[in-house]
Structure formats: C-alpha cells, structure tokens
C-alpha cells in the first residue's frame, strides 16, 4: 500500500518573519494544498514558534516529532523550506537519519529533492549548507552592527548597576542612563576599595546594608571585582573583550578589544578609578599558594547552615615564647565570599576532619559486614531513585508542553493584530525562560536516567572497588588523596556541634574502571563523572 500519511513541521523565530510571508499559518497553508494535490492525508501538524533554528534544544515541537516518529504516527514529514527543520547542516542530517531509522521520508514543498536517493541526500546536505551559511552570515553582520555601535560610544544592551537602558526618541537605538540610587552603591565600592578594604570585606558590608546587585542578588567576591574593573563607570564603551561572544560562558580574551568614550554620563571620576586600578593591581601580586595538598575535603565537606562547599583557610596564633603556630581550618564558601551577612564561618579544625574522615572510610572499608550493608543499601536506593525521577520527568515534559503551547497562543494574539510587537516580545521572552528552566532539568534528570544501572549491584564489586581505593589512598601524595576522594565521596555534612555528621559515597562505571586498573600517574581530574548510585554513612 502506498504511503500517504503526513506530517507537516513549521517554525518562525521572529515577529518579522510572520508579517513577511513566512508565517506559521502559511506554511501550513501551503504544504496542505500540495498534499490535497498529491493525494496525501494530514495527520499530525508539529508548531514551534519564536524560535531559532541554531539547535534543537528549546524546539519541543521538533523533539515530539521526532519521538512520535518511533511510534509510526506518520510516514513522511513535510516542510516548507528545510531551513525551517534546521539551519545546521549536522542537526538536518542527523534528524533526516533518525527519520529514515524509522521508515519516515522528508521533503520540502519548495526544494525539488527526495532523501531516499544519494542524489536527493546531496541535495539536501547542499541546501542545508547554505541555510547555515545564512544564519552565520546574518550573526556576522549582526557582530559588524554591534561593533560599529561601540565604536561610535554607543551601549549595546545588557543590565549593569547603576545606568538603565532607555529607547532614544522611541526608536531601537538606545542608551544609559544613570540610576541615582544604584549609582550610590558603585560610588561606595570604589571608596571603600579605594581606602584600603578589601573585595570580601565591601561584600560582606553590601549585603549586610541590603543591597543587591543587578539581578537582585547578594553580592560576592566577583561580582565586586566586576564592578571595580568595569570601564563603564568612568564613561568608556568597551566591548568584543571575548572571542567567542555569543556563548554563555565566554572565553578567549580578545587582546584587541574595543574601548572608546561612550556617549553616557560617567559614574566616577577618574582620579579614583586610577587609584583602584593601581591598588587592585598592587594586591593581585600574590604569592602562590602552596598548601592545597593539606586540604584534601575542601568542596566535600557542606557547611551546616547553609549547604555551600567548605574552603580552606589558616590562622597563625603567636605563642607565649614567642614562636607561631599555624591552625588549619575548613570554613563556609558563602562566608567567605559574601560576609557574615550571607553565612557565618562554622569553621572546623581541618586536622581533626582530615584524620576523622581518612579513619572512618579505612574503618568501612575493613569491615565486610558494612561493606554487606552497603550492598543492601545501595540496592534499594537504586530502585527508589529511579521511579521519582521518571515521575518528575513526565511532569517537566508536561510543562514544556504547556509552555509551548502557551508560547503558539501567544504568537497566534500578534498574528490576529490582538497584540503588538513590544508585547508579544515580552510576553515570548518570560516563555523563553521557564522554557529553558524547565529543558535543562530535562536534561539533568535524563542524564541521571541514563546512568542508573537496572541491574543489581555485586558485593563482589562493591569489595573489589572499595578494597583498592583503600590501597590507593595508602600509598597516594597529597594532592592525588585529594583527588581520589572527590572521585568516590559525594559530600560530607557537617553537625551542630562542629563535628562530622555523615559521609556520601558514590559509585559508577568510570569508578570501577579506574580503581580496578589505576596505574602510577593515571589519576586524573577529569576521570569523574554522574554517579549513578549513592551510599551514605551516618556517623
């Protein structure tokens, strides 16, 4: 029997794109002629919209396409243009091969190919090259636009405390303008940078005073660094200081990065933005440090208030003869990055930690009747930790659900002239953001159904793995102890009163591997990875 069943993907990224043609309900439009032409029976109509196709991650439509079609919903899927599938020629080639896994053509009512033949698939590859060539095209131009915005002084978007962005004769073009009260407080860090306190210290004041940064949170070590080295307050425009730009976390410093008078009132003077410089650059000049090997717990220990990773730090107590002891010590992360205002020391003799946790874990890892424990233990939490996960999943597939149709509703008010440009783009921005919220706990909480293992845990296994990471502790220097460490224990907790209150331990396939074949210099810190089965200690 002939195949005639279709389904029909469309997408739009922008506003532009539905008043030029390209919109949601044309693309359908036009694919459903052709079909009525060709004989061929719509079944299922698959909708993102505002979206870019730079990737598949945040297109919900385009990932129930691609699940539906393991379930013989359809037997071809049609589009508009095939740019509209994927502006990345790797994405088109491996969606079109997960289509044909599962007997499902593609086709494009506007591109004359057929993928079923080497010719048509060449076709396509070509297509979808010139679809990525234009989307990088279009972000060159865009970079190009921007840069000569910044060389003209002029503010290219983005909160910063102390100025806000506004609209310039209710055009696009905009530009900063001072916020009286946040500017208050980056007057009042670059003072007191300026007489002598230090990045912790103005912290640690902020946030006990009440303030908060940009985004409404409590301010740490960097974000006071940020704002001490942010040109932006003396006036200047600097920009395209990083290589790859467009990532989240950007990296590769751009040496020739643009910095030139920008077109907004200054914040501070440059006399004291001078001195700060001077000064900040006067006490980076520190000596390195040379003790990390004397805190094998630091990240692993969890303060008891607040849950953030313990840090290191030392005291010196001169004695009465004279002479200077140094005392070790793990303390709160948040203390020491935000203040006492965020958390207190909760600090712990790291001695006393050290030799605690190092005897505990040999103790265990001795004893057969707890190793037994341990195998019962972690079975059962193997089996009770997959069932919530996968319910939690089926809930946050849920809202992305909602999310999206949510998203369609709001795009279909703009396309009826219900709603403006400016609303629809604020309304579509907030969707965006539960949306990627909601995906990357799909995405953490898929991972971790990955690594669960559903078979039953050996003793023999748990023995063999313990039993060398014994030995390899024994024998390791320092800084290798430490690194064993954050490989097999999760976290350690620490009590009311000062004092170890449990131990996490966690085991996987890499584990195994590396303890059960560890040679002289194999440790390496990037051997960890998802630990698919926990075991706590409770002291």
């Not at 009260?181 to 990045?199: D, N, R």
């Not at 050290?354 to 707890?370: A, D, H, P, Q, T």
């Not at 193997?382 to 659900?401: A, D, H, M, S």
């Amino acid at each position: 029997m002939h195949k005639n069943r279709v389904a029909i993907y469309a997408r739009v990224s922008t506003a532009e794109q539905a008043e030029e043609g390209y919109s949601i309900e044309a693309q359908i439009e036009n694919i459903k002629r052709l079909c009525e032409i060709q004989g061929k029976i719509v079944v299922e109509t698959y909708v993102d919209r505002g979206i870019s196709g730079k990737s598949i991650k945040n297109r919900i439509a385009l990932q129930q396409l691609l699940e539906d079609c393991t379930k013989s919903k359809f037997d071809e899927v049609m589009v508009w243009k095939t740019n509209r599938l994927a502006r990345s020629s790797r994405d088109l080639l491996n969606i079109v091969h997960i289509l044909g896994e599962n007997n499902v053509g593609f086709s494009s009512i506007t591109e004359n190919f057929e993928t079923s033949t080497a010719t048509g698939k060449l076709l396509m590859t070509m297509l979808a090259g010139v679809g990525e060539f234009e989307r990088t095209t279009i972000v060159e131009n865009v970079k190009m636009g921007m840069k000569q915005r910044a060389k003209q002084g002029k503010w290219n978007g983005g909160r910063v405390l102390g100025y806000k962005s506004v609209k310039i004769n209710n055009k696009e073009e905009t530009r900063l303008e001072v916020v009286e009260e946040e500017a208050a407080i980056v007057k009042e860090i670059f003072t007191m940078y300026s007489k002598g306190k230090g990045l912790k210290a103005i912290a640690n004041e902020l946030n006990h005073i009440g303030y908060k940064t940009s985004r409404g949170n409590s301010f740490g070590v960097m974000g006071v660094k940020g704002i001490l080295k942010n040109p932006v307050y003396i006036g200047k425009i600097r920009f395209n200081r990083f290589v790859d730009w467009a990532n989240k976390r950007r990296k590769g410093k751009n040496e020739d990065y643009i910095l030139v008078e920008g077109n907004h009132e200054a914040i501070i003077d440059e006399e004291i933005w001078n001195k700060v410089q001077e000064l900040y650059n006067l006490k980076s000049k520190k000596p390195a440090r040379n003790f990390d090997g004397s805190y094998p717990l630091t990240g692993l220990l969890r303060c008891p208030v607040c849950g953030i990773g313990m840090v290191c730090g030392r005291t010196t107590n001169k004695l009465k003869d004279g002479t200077k002891k140094v005392i070790k010590y793990y303390y709160c992360g948040n203390f020491k990055n935000k203040g006492s205002a965020v958390c207190k020391s909760n600090s712990i003799r790291a001695d006393k930690a050290n030799e605690y946790v190092f005897s505990r874990i040999k103790e265990v890892l001795n004893n057969e009747k707890i190793l037994k424990d341990i195998v019962v233990k972690l079975n059962e939490t193997r089996v009770e930790k997959i069932k919530p996960l996968e319910t939690q999943l089926k809930g946050v597939k849920n809202n992305l659900k909602e999310l999206n149709n949510k998203k369609n509703k709001v795009f279909e008010l703009y396309e009826d002239g219900i709603i403006e440009k400016k609303t629809l783009g604020a309304r579509l921005k907030k969707i965006e953001e539960d949306i990627e919220v909601n995906q990357g706990l799909s995405d953490k909480i898929t991972k971790q159904l990955d690594n669960s293992n559903s078979e039953e845990v050996p003793f023999e296994f748990v023995k063999s793995v313990l039993g060398n990471f014994n030995k390899l502790l024994e024998e390791s220097h320092p800084q290798e102890k430490k690194l064993l460490l954050q490989l097999l224990i999760k976290k350690i907790t620490v009590g009311d009163r000062k004092n170890i209150d449990t131990i996490e331990l966690h085991f996987n396939e890499k584990i195994k591997k590396i303890l059960g074949n560890n040679k002289e210099g194999e440790l390496s810190e990037n051997e960890g990875s998802s630990s698919f089965y926990i075991f706590k200690i409770v002291i």
